[in-house]
Structure formats: structure tokens, C-alpha cells
């Protein structure tokens, strides 16, 4: 999990410390609230904001359900009658993370971290300064746990976005607690979620998306095949490829003699 506060460059001292003090408050509630315990977390801290990774049996359910509802209720309580409000952006990565005695390591962290920073994060805060937090699931976040729902968890209210940035090139799925949806952030279509409890793959979502703004179908994006991260740009296909199958080829094969499916 990384989370940041939003504008914490431009507060002063007193309202830095104040909006630090909330937000560590906010979380420890939270994390109280799942039943957390500190030896099931490592916590770092980011100045204005704060890198963890939680030990795997902790339930991911119980982090996108109960313990964001409430972050929100927390961050809303904060808030009250204060001038400069907290705001937060939350990105939620999983995958396996390694500590080389200095800090949190991996491409999860690196992802996660990125998540948080995307662009539509920021725009989803900017283009509504009344929206508190807002929360970014990677793909494999939302279609893992997020679409089978539970307790506070609502996959109809997330929207995808790409978030595209250094190696970096996802669709990320972005919830506001308390709203339907969020708001659309600048030069970006409103997007929709799938109709289903589960979406379609990455590819198909995306172009469905795309397809329901009336906008015309992305000529990149990404696919998994076979647990393979694969990017698809035009008609060049960017990874380990393990298969094919031509249009005319009724079984189709790879390099080990095995089909391949989109």
C-alpha cells in the first residue's frame, strides 16, 4: 500500500504536522479496525506520505473493504471545520516485496508507488476539491479481489484508466468512497465498468471501455496469457510469446507445441 497527501508542498509547518498527525491517526485506526497488528506490517515513511507491506495471510478483502471504508470515515472526521482539509490518494499493489535492510524493495513496490502518483489519481483530486481520498487497485488487485465483493466493497463504483509512466503501462482501476463514481478526470472519457461480477480480460475491458465513451479502440494494450505479461502495440507484440494461432489454423501451435488463446 502507498499512500500520499495531496498538496503537502504547499502547507506550512503547523498544517504539514497536522495533516502527518491525521493521516498516521486515520491509518492505525484502520489498520486497528481489520485487526492488523504491528508485527503483520512493515510501515515506512515517505515524508508526506507512507510505503507498507502487510504479511500475505492478512485478507486483501478485509484492506479494499473494511479498512478503506474506514480510512474515509476517519479521513472525514479529520476534516471537519478544518481549513485545509487531508486528502489522500491510496494505491493497492499485490505481488512479492523483499527488504534490503534499507527499505522495501520489488517491482509490486515500484508499481504500487506508481499507482499512487498516476496521473488520474491526481486529476480525480484536482477536478473535484471536495473528493477526500481517492483509492487506485491495480488490474490484478481489482479482478483477483476487488469483483468478488464482500463487505464495503463496491466494483461498480471503480473506473478504469491507463496509467502510463516510465516502464510502466497498466490499466488501474480508481473508487472514490462515497461516490457513484469518480469524477472523470480532465481529457479522460468516462469510462465503465464491466456488467458482470467478473470483467473480461485486461484487453477486452479496455476496448469495451473505449467502446462505450464512442471513443475508437486503443491500438496498444495489454494481455496475459498463460500467467505471460504481454504488450500488444499495433501488430508488434512485446514479451515471452508461447504460442499462436493463425487465422486459418484450426489447433494452432507454439514454440512448444502449444495453442495459445487470446
Known amino acids: 500500500m502507498s499512500a500520499d497527501i495531496m498538496g503537502s508542498g504547499r502547507l506550512g509547518q503547523r498544517a504539514k504536522l497536522r495533516s502527518r498527525r491525521g493521516m498516521y491517526d486515520v491509518f492505525e485506526s484502520a489498520f486497528d479496525a481489520v485487526g492488523v497488528a504491528a508485527q503483520q ?3 515506512e515513511d515517505r515524508g508526506d506520505g507512507v510505503l507498507a507491506a502487510l504479511a500475505p495471510h492478512v485478507p486483501p478483502s478485509a484492506l479494499v473493504g473494511l479498512w478503506l471504508e474506514e480510512v ?3 479521513v472525514r472526521e479529520h476534516n471537519a471545520g478544518l481549513h485545509q482539509p487531508l486528502r489522500l490518494r491510496i494505491a493497492m499493489h499485490g505481488g512479492p516485496v523483499g527488504h534490503d535492510g534499507r527499505g522495501l524493495v520489488g517491482r509490486a513496490v515500484d508499481l504500487t508507488c506508481r499507482l499512487c502518483d498516476s496521473g488520474p489519481a491526481r486529476a480525480i483530486l484536482a477536478a473535484d476539491d471536495t473528493v477526500e481520498v481517492v483509492f487506485v487497485a491495480s488490474d490484478v488487485l481489482y479482478r483477483s479481489v476487488v469483483v468478488e465483493e464482500g463487505r464495503f ?7 478504469p484508466y491507463p496509467v502510463r509512466v516510465k516502464e510502466t503501462d497498466e490499466l488501474a482501476w480508481f473508487y472514490v468512497p462515497g461516490r457513484e463514481q469518480p ?11 464491466p456488467a458482470g461480477a467478473r470483467p ?3 484487453a477486452r475491458a479496455a476496448a469495451g471501455a473505449h467502446a462505450e465513451a464512442g471513443t475508437p479502440r486503443p491500438t496498444k494494450y495489454a494481455i496475459t496469457v498463460n500467467g505471460h505479461n504481454q504488450i500488444v502495440d499495433g501488430a508488434e507484440v512485446h514479451g515471452d510469446v508461447i504460442g499462436f494461432r493463425g487465422a486459418d489454423d484450426e489447433h494452432g501451435t507454439g514454440p512448444a507445441g502449444r495453442g495459445c488463446d487470446e
Not at 153 to 159: G, M
Not at 183 to 193: K, L
Request: aromatic share 8%; glycine share 12%; proline share 19%.
Open 200 to 202: 473480461a480480460p485486461r
Open 72 to 74: 474515509y470515515q476517519g
Open 153 to 159: 466493497v463496491e466494483p461498480a463504483r471503480y473506473r
Open 41 to 43: 506490517m512493515h510501515l
Open 183 to 193: 469524477p472523470a478526470p480532465a481529457g479522460e472519457p468516462v469510462q465503465r465498468g
